[in-house]
Nanobody
Framework: EVQLVESGGGLVQSGGSLRLSCATS????????MYWVRQPPGKGVEWVSG????????SYRDSVKGRFTASRDNAKNTAYLHMNSLKPEDTAVYYC????????????????WGQGTQVTVSS
């Protein structure tokens, strides 16, 4: 069974930092792209970042570029999202998402999601 468990969310002041973790099990972690997706209050889901299987290639939505960094530790089957210079507009539930198929840069709107972790940034 595929499991993804996020942690590390919380309440932080504007300008602060958090590191989200996504612990995984039930699949060969190193074979899959991983993504972070968020849902701000009252809004739709937003893709935040993606990271390749070897961690070499990362991508980000424009609003977080230069502030967020995705990484992964394939030995620990864990993905991370380092978030710096947080802004109130970063407030959202953050989800870790696994790629749909091995070695493929594609994620699904409903499959292979964690339960989410709340990030709240106060002004």
């Amino acid at each position: 069974e595929v499991q993804l468990v996020e942690s590390g969310g919380g309440l932080v002041q504007s300008g602060g930092s958090l590191r989200l973790s996504c612990a995984t099990s039930g699949f060969t972690f190193s074979n899959y792209y991983m993504y972070w997706v968020r849902q701000p209050p009252g809004k739709g889901v937003e893709w935040v970042s993606g990271i390749s299987t070897d961690g070499v290639t990362t991508s980000y939505r424009d609003s977080v570029k230069g502030r967020f960094t995705a990484s992964r530790d394939n030995a620990k089957n864990t993905a991370y999202l380092h978030m710096n210079s947080l802004k109130p507009e970063d407030t959202a539930v953050y989800y870790c998402v696994r790629g749909v198929r091995p070695w493929t840069d594609t994620w699904d709107a409903v499959k292979y999601w964690g339960q989410g972790t709340q990030v709240t940034v106060s002004s």
